[in-house]
């Protein structure tokens, strides 16, 4: 991060300097009392559990001096050496301060959301866009609105490009996320059930992906996937901004014709101004080609050769504990324990389904579906069959994946349920064989890489 100095902070916060000297400077914006040092500025956030002024004290015992408070808080830092700035909101100014620093730097920012396949997405195009440009992408889960702000005071003088995945779980939180990372292409995945809880059905998710367009122009692309029955609505209307599309249907802007697969790479032939193009992945999945295709515009739109989306795709490499593939000396694992929704699970499930040895699916609760619990669960019983041999489901809501795949004539001496994760870690190791491929799928929630790790033992 390049330096920042305390009249700055005030500025772009619009907060008041209590005590403290305007002109000295910091190196980087913490909100973990831990990180907290003598070149950086601690903001005192109030969380759902955890209060940040409550750590002033031990951020400047790690040698911190700047730190940031909300007006409202009545907890004091006793000190005479230090730079104390107090605003309304200390979320919302670090949100100031990321949009502020941002502005030093004339590089094209791509903001990246989705209901399900958003990460991978982010990393397709990070993939594609890294063999032209030094690019800055979120790192983990830092992808709302603490996260996205942090991701960006990495920003310095070697980045050319930034991908920025934005998440959201409510209303308005995307456009927030936009508002500060202003986004000259936006790219959507698709829309699923994720979060339909909160946003009350697809037509809400829909509208709230959407915001990631606030204040498009003449001079914005957004980029979509055209084969959702939700996002194809976009191609028969007018818009001020570029639309460009993606998918296997032939009316998109570029359109996959074929595919081969393999256990670790795909191959897929992509229409691109109507000449046909071999494209190469090392990942598998059907959904992972709409992913490249995404990359694939995002590239074009930067100006990117061919050659160099071609070059930067072959060396993807996915964020870990989504669709990890793992071999050990006892069998095959795949890891995708990171999160899950519906359309997630039966992708991940029909990847499973093209292995030729005995498959085993591990499958804990999908959070956040509310009235849609048992009806998203059941849609994952469903593609169960004939990509599953032995189905395991842990926890609660879970229970409806087994139920609906023994009703549709699953082998019911082949179904296993446990409340909890324990319970199945305790057993397991009796259910599974040798050479068996198991998938591990949940909500973060779960935390079923607790399985993976006791897999891999």
């Known amino acids: 991060m390049k330096c920042l100095t305390v009249s700055e902070l005030v500025l772009a916060t619009n907060g008041k300097l209590l005590i403290g000297n305007e002109n000295d400077r910091v190196y980087d914006v913490v909100i973990d009392s831990r990180k907290a040092s003598s070149e950086n500025v601690f903001v005192a956030i109030i969380g759902e559990t955890l209060d940040g002024h409550e750590f002033m004290s031990s951020a400047y015992e790690k040698g911190c001096k700047t730190f940031i408070k909300n007006e409202s808080s009545s907890i004091k830092l006793e000190s005479s050496d230090i730079n104390l700035i107090e605003v309304s909101n200390t979320e919302i100014a670090l949100g100031e301060i990321s949009k502020y620093y941002k502005e030093k730097f004339d590089i094209p920012y791509i903001g990246v959301t989705g209901s399900v396949g958003k990460t991978s997405t982010r990393d397709m195009i990070y993939a594609a866009v890294s063999s032209k440009f030094n690019t800055l992408k979120n790192e983990g889960n830092l992808n709302n609105q603490l996260g996205v702000p942090l991701t960006l005071f990495n920003l310095d003088e070697f980045y050319e490009c930034s991908v920025i995945e934005m998440g959201m779980s409510g209303f308005n939180e995307i456009e927030y ?48 996937n055209g084969d959702d029955k939700f996002l194809c609505t976009l191609k028969n209307k007018n818009h001020e901004y570029t639309l460009k599309t993606f998918g296997f249907d032939k009316d998109n802007d570029i359109y996959c014709e074929g595919y081969e697969m393999t256990e670790d790479s795909i191959t897929f032939i992509c229409n691109i101004n109507g000449k046909k193009e071999e494209i190469f992945i090392p990942t598998v999945g059907e959904h992972n080609i709409y992913n490249a295709m995404a990359a694939i515009l995002v590239g074009i739109s930067l100006e990117l050769t061919l050659d160099e989306i ?38 991940a499930l029909k990847i499973l389904g093209r292995y030729k040895t005995r498959r085993v699916a591990i499958l804990g609760d999908m959070f956040e579906m509310g009235e849609y619990a048992e009806y998203g669960h059941r849609l994952v019983g469903e593609v169960s069959i004939g990509n599953v041999d032995v189905l395991i489901t842990i926890g609660n809501d879970s229970n409806f994946i087994g139920q609906e795949a023994k009703k549709l004539g699953f082998y019911e001496k082949n179904l296993y349920h446990f409340k909890t994760r324990e319970d199945a870690i305790n057993e397991i190791d009796s259910l599974l064989k040798e050479e068996d491929v198991v998938l591990v799928k949940a909500s973060r929630g779960m935390k079923l890489e607790k399985i993976v790790e006791h897999l891999n033992k």
Not at 207 to 223: G, Q, R
């Open 310 to 347: 071609k070059n930067g795709l072959k060396h993807f490499k996915a964020t870990k504990m989504r669709l990890d593939i793992v071999k050990n000396d006892k069998m095959t694992i795949i890891n995708d324990a990171y999160n899950a929704s519906p359309d997630s699970m039966k992708a």
């Open 177 to 224: 996320l936009a508002n500060i990372v202003k986004p000259k292409i936006g790219v959507i995945s698709n829309i699923g059930l994720s979060h339909i809880e909160n946003l009350g059905s697809q037509e809400g998710i829909l509208k709230a992906k959407m915001e990631i367009a606030t204040n498009f122009d003449s001079s914005n692309t957004l980029i979509v």
